[in-house]
């Protein structure tokens, strides 16, 4: 009989195990993401589309759309990161007034 897999080394002694700390745990949760992800993408082709442009009735268009939106949120993000950034002193400079 196989023993169950034992939690990374690197957990400090007497600090519980929780279960994504187990790396088989975090490959089903992948595994699983995948699997509906394509179920999803495989139910798009029996699923009527009434969208008033023609580009959203082609197959997959809803995720790709959905990816391409995150990726950009994403960048622009980190756009804006470089506008609104203050040096790591900022607020210890400004109360010495």
Known sequence: ???PPQPPAH???????YWLDHPGNVDRLVWTL???CALLLGIDVFVHKHG?????HLFGFYGVFGFVACVGLVLAARALRVILMRPEDYYDRSSDR
Do not use: L, T
């Not at 008033?52 to 959203?56: K, Q, V």
């Open 34 to 36: 995948y699997a509906i």
């Open 11 to 17: 957990r400090p002694p007497g600090e519980p195990a």
């Open 52 to 56: 008033p442009f023609a580009i959203e």
């Open 1 to 3: 009989m196989a023993e």
